[in-house]
């Protein structure tokens, strides 16, 4: 008995996400129309709305986009060595992962920036 409610525990538990997920998004396609169909100046009700809506959306986003960096920092690693040192191309793993935007603020919800899960080097428009 105590098996069967541990993996139904288990199963809720892998239930969570993906609804979590759907929940997000859900909020994200309610809150985007009305925020560009808001003029210049909002309301504190649509400031708290897109504040609410971020902070949401980061919870599940930030930890995604952490283990998206940190196995591209492995990866990169593992490059780095099987290329017998090869800088570049280690970098060519590295950089889309550990760059790029890792809270989603405000801003992103209104369009006024990107959201990057895959970075874009800084250095990219200097060469």
Not at 57 to 86: E, H, M, N, Q, R
Request: hydrophobic share 45%.
């Amino acid at each position: 008995m105590n098996m069967h409610c541990l993996s139904l525990r288990q199963m809720n538990g892998r239930r969570r996400v993906p609804m979590l997920i759907v929940l997000l998004v859900s909020v994200l396609m309610i809150v985007q129309p009305a925020v560009t169909l808001a003029e210049e100046e909002s309301s504190p009700a649509e400031e708290a709305g897109l504040g609410i809506g971020s902070g949401l959306l980061s919870l599940v986003y930030f930890p995604l986009k952490l283990v998206y960096a940190t196995l591209g920092g492995i990866v990169g690693g593992f490059t780095y060595v099987l290329t017998g040192g090869d800088l570049e191309t280690a970098q060519t793993v590295w950089e889309p992962s550990f760059y790029g935007t890792y809270i989603i603020t405000p801003a992103h919800l209104r369009g006024d920036e990107a959201v990057r899960f895959y970075g874009v080097s800084p250095y990219e428009d200097e060469q």
